[in-house]
């Protein structure tokens, strides 16, 4: 049983939903600033790498690239090494919505948070870095140690 019972995950689907409004003159999904954010934190990533990161198919990755890039937020270009491959940057159209919804979501947890103590913050905060330093640990392992224990307890059926 899940004794956060996700609450965690439903800040962030309400914190995502008030970024969605707050930058509404977009035509941009959540998973769009996704791969820019993930695009500007890796300059030069290839579509390859995406599709393993995000666990989706070639085709997938290259529709959202080439949408991203017809509206001018990132830019593909051929692989010096490999000219078949594309590798991704983001322009300046691209780094200005990410700031505007890095901006939007820090309002938004500041907003949430502006009612608790200082002692309160002061207890959440350590808190919150370890659990989300946990997640990026066990992320940047691919998940190798979440999986195997999921699989160990929910066999195939």
């Known amino acids: 049983m899940d004794p956060t019972e996700r609450r965690i995950r439903k800040i962030d689907r309400d914190a995502q939903r008030f970024v969605a409004r707050a930058l509404g003159n977009t035509d941009l999904s959540l998973s769009d600033y996704d791969m820019i954010h993930t695009i500007y934190h890796r300059p030069g990533i290839t579509q390859e790498v995406l599709r393993r990161m995000y666990a989706q198919d070639k085709s997938t990755i290259a529709r959202r690239a080439a949408k991203l890039e017809a ?87």
């Open 71 to 157: 509206d001018g937020y990132i830019r593909r270009v051929p692989d010096p090494e490999d000219g078949r491959r594309k590798q991704l940057f983001v322009t300046e159209k691209g780094s200005l919505v990410r700031n505007a919804k890095l901006e939007a979501e820090s309002f938004f947890f500041e907003w949430l948070t502006a009612e608790l103590t200082p002692e309160e913050l002061a207890a959440l905060c350590p808190l919150l870095d370890r659990i989300q330093l946990r997640s990026r640990d066990e992320r940047r392992q691919e998940f190798a140690h979440l999986l195997e224990a999921y699989r160990g307890s929910h066999p195939p059926k």
